[in-house]
């Protein structure tokens, strides 16, 4: 297993940002995980540390996860992204793929479901 993976969550829902931090804490405590409101502050997360996975949620306040994400994959490559929402739009399978990005969560999702896409994600199961 992986460790001393660092993390950034990415989710304007103060709720949800304790929550995730909650569940790595709980069940991957190796991982070090960060926490941004927004695209703009998570973009100073990455450009100050290097992260190997992204969690964005798709409904953010100006620029949304889509968008974000797009700019993560242009600008960090290697670092893998999930991007989870509890209402995304009809088509987000179609802008996921257009950005060569496959992993994605609805919410709500079970602790399980999260950790097994962020292995995924991370290169093993």
């Known amino acids: 297993m992986h460790t001393n993976m660092q993390i950034l969550v990415v989710d304007d829902e103060p709720a949800i940002r304790l929550l995730l931090k909650h569940i790595f804490k709980t069940l991957r405590p190796d991982y070090r995980v960060s926490t941004a409101i927004d695209?703009?502050?998570?973009?100073?997360?990455?450009?100050?540390?290097l992260f190997n996975l992204v969690i964005i949620d798709y409904q953010l306040p100006g620029m949304n996860g889509l968008e974000l994400?797009?700019?993560?994959?242009?600008?960090?490559?290697?670092?893998?992204?999930?991007?989870?929402?509890?209402?995304?739009?009809?088509d987000i399978r179609r802008h996921l793929?257009?950005?060569g990005l496959t992993h994605y969560l609805k919410k709500p999702f079970s602790p399980m479901q999260l950790l097994e896409v962020v292995d995924d994600v991370l290169g093993y199961c």
């Open 39 to 49: 695209g703009p502050e998570a973009l100073i997360e990455l450009q100050q540390q």
């Open 69 to 90: 994400a797009y700019n993560v994959y242009k600008r960090w490559p290697r670092t893998g992204i999930v991007l989870i929402s509890g209402h995304p739009p009809p």
């Open 97 to 99: 793929k257009q950005l």
